[in-house]
């Protein structure tokens, strides 16, 4: 149809190369994101497993507290 125009906002976006000169962000280094250790890593798992474990027990108990 002629005159028909969505208006949808990509003229000026990097869908239609509208910011050509935009910096690229530096790469980030290469630092460690979670546990070092072989401890810290069986300390988190072992939590991870307790907390489970716990929640688990928590619903058995709710569910076997329920009225009959």
């Not at 790469?27 to 069986?42: D, E, L, N, S």
């Amino acid at each position: 149809m002629a005159g028909l125009t969505l208006n949808t906002g990509l003229g000026a976006s990097v869908f239609a190369n509208g910011y050509g000169g935009a910096a690229t962000p530096a790469a980030a280094g290469a630092t460690p994101q979670g546990p070092t250790t072989i401890g810290a890593k069986a300390l988190g798992f072992w939590a991870s497993v307790g907390g489970g474990t716990l929640a688990l027990g928590l619903l058995i108990f709710i569910w076997w507290s329920l009225p009959r």
